[in-house]
Every structure is written in C-alpha cells, then in structure tokens.
C-alpha cells in the first residue's frame, strides 16, 4: 500500500519504512534503478561511486508535514571525453539540491503569488512545510514563465507606474486581444521602451495616454504602427485646464439676481426705503437739535417771566447747570456730530470696530458725548444690516464647485444648479459660458465619433483667447493624430489603467520585497503560469 503511494511521487522509489512523529512523517526510500544516464553527456553508467542520504520535503499528510529521506547513490561516468568523472542519481520529482519536491515548490508559488511571502509563510508553516519568506521570494524569482509568443502580439496597450513616486517608473504591456499582462519594463525612457517594443516584431497598434515620451518610443521601434490616444485621458486634461478656468473667473461663492417681477421690486423698494431711510441717523439728531432749541426757548422765557433759575430748572425737566447755560446769550445750540457723519459712515463700510471709529473721530476734532457718538453708529449698522439684507432678497448664492460640476455633468444631472441658474451665471460670467460649452462641444465629438470635426473645433477654440484651454488645445495639436485615432477608434487604455492598479496591490502586498525581478515574475506568474 505504502508502495503503490510512494509509486504516485516517483516511480523509480522504493519504499523502506516510515515513521511517525507528534508534527511530521519521516519515509525512508532508495533507488529501484539499475542503470542511470549522465546528465551531462547522456551515457550509460552502472558503476556506483558512493552513497549518501538526501532529505527533502514533500506535501503533508493529515496535517503532518512530510519528509523523505532518500539514499542517493553517486555513479562514475564511463565515458571518458566527458568533463565530469561522477554525478549523482537524479529523479524527476525534485531538482537537484532541492530541498522540497517540485509539487510542493508547485503549491508554495500558486500561495505566494496571491498573497505576501510574510503572509504565505504563515500559512505554510502551519502544518505544511517551514519556509522562510525569503526563500519564498527566491523560488518566485527562479520559476520560468511561460511568456507569451512575441511574434504572435499585434494589438498592445502600455501605461507607466511608479515604483516611487516622482523618482523613477517602470512600463508594463497588455495585450488588447487577450486582456493579459505580457510585459513589464522597468523604465519609460524613449531610448528603452523603444528597444523592448522592438522585440514584438508584429505590433500594428499601440493605444497610450498622451505621453509624447511612449509616442516618440513607439515611432522609433515601429514607425507604421497606428498609435491611440486615450479617450479618457484627453477629457481628463481638457477638464482640469476648464476646471483651472472656472477657478479664475469665480469666487468660491457669488450671488446672482433672481429672475423677479420688475413691479414687485419697485413696490418692495418703496417700502423699503419708507422704512429705512438712508440718513435716519442723521434725521434723528437734526430732531434732538430743535429738541433742545425748544428747551432753550422755554427756559429763556421762563427767565422773562422773573422765574428763579432753580424754578425754570424744576419747570423745564433740567438740571441747574443746564438752565444756568441755557441762559447765557452766546449759547446756540448745534449737532456736534454732523461734521464727521461721512467719515464715520465710511469707518463703518470698511467694518471698523467702535473704538478706532472713536479714535479717529476724537483725532479729527470732535467735542461731543461718547454716547452720542456710539448711538449714531450703533444706528447706522442696524440700517446697514437691513439694507444689505433687503439686497441679498432678490439674489441667490452659488457655490463655484457646484458650477465646475458642469464640466462633468450636463445642467439636469448637477443637483445644486438649474438650467435658469446656468443661463444667469452664464450671462454674469462669459467667459464660464465660453468653457462650457468648447468643453461639452468636444465631448459631442469625441462621443459620436465624428474626428473629422476636430480641426473645425481646435480653430473654435483658440479663437476664445482663453490661457487655459489653449493650453490644452496646444497638447492636442502635438498629438493630433493619435487624439483622432482614439475619436475614431474603438480601443483605449482601460486595460492599462486596470492592471496598473492590479500591480500596484501586488507591489504593497509585498512589503518592500518588490525588486523589478520579483515583481515581474510574480505578475506574469499570475498571467501565465509556469
């Protein structure tokens, strides 16, 4: 029985014994051969040299890990021309100087290309086979990849991802047809991207983002390919440059009019201004003045009359230093104020708090009462405040990142905006209208697939003189060709961007083990097999 198992690992073994042990299995087997090949020259030998015994792992049993012991022979070769005098018996069940038979080495890298080699040899010393994450990462470097037939790709992809960002990158390939990874470069400069395409020698089409560095590549391996700009990444671009537009011509907030009733507004402004006069400060202390004049008067005729002062005192509601200078002759009353009513107005337009208005008043020369003076102001900020609030009534305010909505988004789908709205914001800033419509004018194109409306549409739009989008529009003129291909053409960089961010998992997964050598196997490993 236990020879009919052994049989199932390798057919030229021999079961001996076995024993069993509280985390492992130990088998102990020879050699049922009688006669072996040089690996090196192929002749025939039946001369043992010497014997030795060799341990290697193999797949677990009920949660045991297992380990053969094997008595390996060493034979002399009997040719003479060849290099080698002895060699040791080899079976196909493992490799020479393997530790781990090749179905364990099998089920090590289909673990180690799913998850970390931290993370796999976690799992695999679990009752499986102890292995270090490091040597993980060396079976992974040594498996040969069954790459594809370079001869046989036609139609390609290609993106750059960053193995650190903003310091050095590398490419990768993705063949259109079958949707896979082929090929990982670990460099975008032209000189070497331009080299590894060249090893296709049957590319006929090349869909890229806008990058003239992977243009200029492609031109020099293969000058008759179609290249392929990629749709996504051209809208993209055109909406950053609008999106940098609406940026400059817009506040982060504004308020536009309200479409309302030219008849409702006047009466409202009528019953406005009935209840907000726009010098009521002012109104109300001219009154306080013939106030006092009045006062002056009584008092003044009450001394006619032979009143005491005390009595006119008494009589006018005054104190006695009042009546006293009330009497005097030189005595007029006056608005101590009205000269520097304006300059306080103009301190409150500009938000000044109450003691630098006070300040500068004082500075300016005025004698009155500080409570006249923080009356007056106290006042005009309420009619300020109610002013400025009868003249938001008839706007609405517009948040700016509702209106770069629009780039995206046609009028109906932007939650925040109606199509009214739009118009007025329009209206109120030509400019936006300008970009939104050359923005949604090239997604009409791009959409229907009409290319041959691009050059009417890159005249359009450098004849609006705004820096922004000629700016784009100056890119698309150095990529036009390729820009009318992905208008035209069915293909774009899907996939590309798709499995850039499936290598972008792998690589963190990987914790810092990621060498272009590791990371290329690991992927391609995943596509292919080995």
């Known amino acids: 029985m236990l020879q009919e198992i052994i049989e199932l690992l390798d057919e030229n073994l021999i079961y001996h014994d076995h024993q069993i042990h509280a985390e492992h299995i130990d088998f102990f087997v020879h050699s049922r051969r009688q006669f072996v090949l040089c690996p090196y020259c192929g002749y025939t030998s039946s001369r043992i040299h010497s014997r030795y015994t060799r341990s290697f792992y193999d797949l677990p049993i009920q949660g045991k890990m297992v380990c053969f012991f094997l008595l390996n022979r060493k034979y002399l070769c009997l040719n003479p021309e060849c290099h080698h005098k002895t060699f ?29 080699s931290v993370t796999a040899s976690k799992i695999l010393s679990d009752g499986f086979v102890d292995i270090s994450p490091s040597s993980i990462c060396n079976l992974l470097q040594k498996k040969t990849v069954n790459l594809v037939d370079k001869a046989s790709v036609r139609k390609i992809c290609i993106d750059d991802f960053a193995f650190k ?9 993705i063949d259109i047809d079958t949707g896979r990874i082929i090929d990982l470069l670990d460099s975008r400069e032209v000189d070497e991207v331009a080299k590894w395409l060249a090893t296709y020698p049957n590319i006929e089409l090349v869909s890229r983002d806008g990058s003239l560095q992977y243009a200029a590549a492609i031109t020099k391996a293969h000058p008759n390919a179609i290249q392929v700009s990629d749709r996504f990444h051209v809208v993209k671009n055109i909406s950053e440059h609008s999106k940098d537009g609406f940026k400059r011509e817009l506040p982060a907030s ?3 009019e309200t479409e309302a009733d030219a008849q409702d507004i006047e009466s409202d402004c009528c019953v406005h201004f009935e209840c907000h006069g726009a010098h009521l400060p ?15 008067e009584q008092v003044r ?5 032979g009143y005491s002062i005390a009595d006119i005192a008494k009589e006018a509601g005054i104190c006695y230093a009042t009546a006293k200078k009330y009497l005097n002759t030189d005595f007029v009353p006056e608005n101590k104020l009205e000269p520097y009513v304006q300059k306080i107005d103009e301190m409150l337009q500009e938000r000044c708090k109450f003691k630098e208005i006070e300040t500068a008043i004082y500075k300016a020369g005025y004698t009155g009462s500080t409570s006249i003076l923080r009356t007056y102001t106290t006042q005009q900020r309420k009619i300020m405040k109610a002013e400025n609030e009868y003249a938001l009534r008839n706007t609405e305010l517009i948040q700016r990142k509702d209106v770069i909505s629009l780039i995206y988004r046609q009028v ?5 905006i109606t199509a009214e709205q739009a118009e007025r914001i329009f ?22 697939k009409q290319a041959d409306k691009l050059d009417s549409w890159i005249e359009a739009a450098l004849n609006l003189g705004i820096s922004e989008i000629n700016s784009c529009v100056n890119g698309i003129i150095r990529d036009l060709e390729a820009v009318k291909n992905g208008i035209a053409l069915k293909y774009n960089n899907g996939l590309a961007e798709g499995s850039v961010n ?7 997964i990987m914790y810092g083990r990621s060498s272009f050598k590791l990371l290329r196997n690991k992927i391609l490993l995943r596509e292919f097999g080995w």
């Open 301 to 305: 005729s009450l001394a006619k009359d």
């Open 427 to 448: 209206r109120e800033y030509p400019v936006v209208g300008e970009i939104y419509g050359i923005v949604h004018s090239f997604k009409d194109i791009m959409f229907t």
């Open 412 to 416: 109906a789908q932007v939650k925040n």
């Open 254 to 256: 504004f308020r536009i």
């Open 88 to 116: 040791a018996e080899r079976f196909d069940c493992i490799m020479p100087h393997s530790k781990k038979s090749e179905r364990l080495q099998d089920i090590i890298v289909t673990l180690a290309i799913e998850v970390s």
């Open 165 to 173: 960002k903003g310091h050095y990158y590398g490419s990768i390939m």
């Open 502 to 508: 499936k290598l972008k998992v792998i690589k963190r």
């Open 282 to 296: 002012e109104k109300n202390y001219m009154l306080s003045v013939e106030k006092k004049q009045a006062i002056v």
